[in-house]
């Protein structure tokens, strides 16, 4: 399922999204209609793409791009495609989107959001400059000021599907699963072909507790990924809300070909075959480290989420924050995890 969302246009730039998709290896793309004139005005910026980056981007639908190249190419390929683009007579702004861009490779985030803030100063109608420095408020966690920033994005580009569909990202990263969804009801009014695809939908669907619209999301979802085990366990939590743990058992999609450690294990798991010492011990033998992220970290994710559905509180919230503590590291399934665990502490609280 890690594969980054890699949004595509006739220009052959792409932009992946900050972070991996949970659900499967396939990709999910939305085409940007750009006109060649206005990818022309930008080609410069594009130029700037290290050949390292452009590799990094191409094989993008199968692995998980590195923080750093995600969002230098990100920078780039914003500038380039998303929202209304900058006319070519604009040096000055394509002078601080570079800066913007060489701030952030050399590691300094925060002077890339200055020049970002210069950006959207120097240009307020355009998008782009908005959408740069909202992406880069989500590297560093920042997702209320990214919810600023795209609201600026979506007000200039209301029928544009990428505002929305990153500010409905942004609410679900804040708690905010009501906003989130309708943002992503949005993006799908404007991209309706896309709602097989989005995964993310039904998880904000899962912790907004609306189970039964969260299992026809994942169930839409496994015609287009038929070997995601991530898919199968997401179903299963929405299926045994809805109808009962008996009835989610008996309706636990097969799957065949998911070849993550330990996915197959999880699988198990959630048949009734394996125990939690068997993903455990199939996730301690795995490389720490693996194109499909942490094994580890997704042990420690659904276990938690698995002995929340057996209700017990105990060791779902044990797991879960372990999984949490390895969010930084794994994309949006991170996030997911700490999402989760702020759920349980503001219950605690109660």
Same mark, same amino acid.
């Given at each position: 399922?890690?594969?980054?969302?890699?949004?595509?246009?006739?220009?052959?730039?792409?932009?992946?999204?900050?972070?991996?998709?949970?659900?499967?290896?396939?990709? *999910?793309?939305?085409?940007?209609?750009? @006109?060649?004139?206005?990818?022309?005005?930008?080609?410069?910026? !594009?130029?700037?793409?290290?050949?390292? #980056? *452009?590799?990094?981007?191409?094989?993008?639908?199968?692995?998980?791009? /590195?923080?750093?190249?995600?969002?230098?190419? !990100?920078?780039?390929?914003?500038?380039?495609?998303?929202?209304?683009?900058?006319?070519?007579?604009?040096?000055?702004?394509?002078?601080?989107?570079?800066?913007?861009?060489?701030?952030?490779?050399?590691?300094?985030?925060?002077?890339?959001?200055?020049?970002?803030?210069?950006? /959207?100063?120097?240009?307020?109608?355009?998008?782009?400059?908005?959408?740069?420095?909202?992406?880069?408020?989500?590297?560093?966690?920042?997702?209320?000021?990214?919810?600023?920033?795209?609201?600026?994005?979506?007000?200039?580009?209301?029928? @544009?599907?990428?505002?929305?569909?990153?500010?409905?990202?942004?609410?679900?990263?804040?708690?905010?699963?009501?906003?989130?969804?309708?943002?992503?009801?949005?993006?799908?009014?404007?991209?309706?072909?896309?709602?097989?695809?989005?995964?993310?939908?039904?998880?904000?669907?899962?912790?907004?507790?609306?189970?039964?619209?969260?299992? #026809?999301?994942?169930?839409?979802?496994?015609?287009?990924? @038929?070997?995601?085990?991530?898919?199968?366990?997401?179903?299963?939590? !929405?299926?045994? *809300?809805?109808?009962?743990?008996?009835?989610?058992?008996?309706?636990?999609?097969?799957? #065949?070909?998911?070849?993550?450690?330990?996915?197959?294990?999880?699988?198990?798991?959630?048949?009734?075959?394996?125990?939690?010492?068997?993903?455990?011990?199939?996730?301690?033998?795995?490389?720490? #480290?693996?194109?499909?992220?942490?094994?580890?970290?997704?042990?420690?994710?659904?276990?938690?989420?698995?002995?929340?559905?057996?209700?017990?509180?105990?060791?779902? *919230?044990?797991?879960?924050?372990?999984?949490?503590?390895?969010?930084?590291?794994?994309?949006?399934?991170?996030?997911?995890?700490?999402?989760?665990?702020?759920?349980?502490?503001?219950?605690?609280?109660?």
């Amino acid at each position: 399922m890690p594969s980054p969302l890699v949004r595509a246009s006739d220009s052959g730039c792409v932009l992946p999204h900050p972070g991996p998709l949970p659900l499967g290896e396939g990709e *999910r793309s939305s085409p940007l209609r750009t @006109s060649g004139a206005a990818i022309a005005n930008q080609r410069g910026l !594009c130029d700037s793409l290290s050949q390292r #980056e *452009r590799a990094g981007v191409r094989e993008s639908g199968h692995g998980v791009l /590195t923080f750093s190249s995600r969002l230098a190419v !990100c920078c780039v390929v914003l500038l380039c495609l998303l929202g209304v683009p900058l006319q070519a007579e604009d040096k000055d702004t394509a002078a601080i989107a570079k800066q913007a861009i060489e701030a952030y490779r050399k590691g300094d985030v925060g002077k890339a959001i200055d020049f970002a803030t210069q950006l /959207t100063e120097a240009a307020p109608k355009q998008t782009s400059g908005w959408f740069l420095r909202a992406q880069l408020y989500v590297t560093q966690r920042q997702h209320a000021k990214a919810v600023a920033d795209l609201s600026e994005v979506i007000k200039l580009e209301p029928k @544009s599907p990428n505002g929305w569909e990153a500010r409905g990202e942004a609410y679900f990263k804040i708690g905010k699963m009501a906003e989130s969804i309708a943002d992503f009801d949005k993006f799908l009014e404007l991209v309706p072909q896309q709602k097989p695809h989005h995964w993310q939908r039904g998880i904000a669907l899962y912790y907004a507790g609306r189970f039964k619209d969260g299992k #026809e999301q994942f169930e839409i979802h496994q015609t287009v990924n @038929s070997s995601d085990v991530e898919n199968a366990v997401w179903h299963f939590l !929405c299926a045994a *809300r809805a109808d009962g743990l008996e009835s989610a058992k008996k309706g636990l999609i097969p799957i #065949e070909g998911d070849s993550r450690v330990p996915m197959a294990q999880v699988h198990q798991l959630f048949g009734g075959k394996a125990k939690p010492a068997d993903v455990l011990a199939a996730a301690q033998a795995a490389p720490a #480290e693996t194109r499909s992220g942490e094994p580890m970290f997704y042990a420690n994710l659904y276990l938690g989420i698995y002995f929340e559905a057996l209700g017990d509180a105990k060791q779902a *919230r044990e797991y879960i924050f372990k999984a949490a503590e390895r969010a930084d590291q794994n994309g949006y399934m991170g996030d997911v995890a700490r999402v989760h665990a702020e759920i349980l502490r503001k219950a605690e609280k109660k």
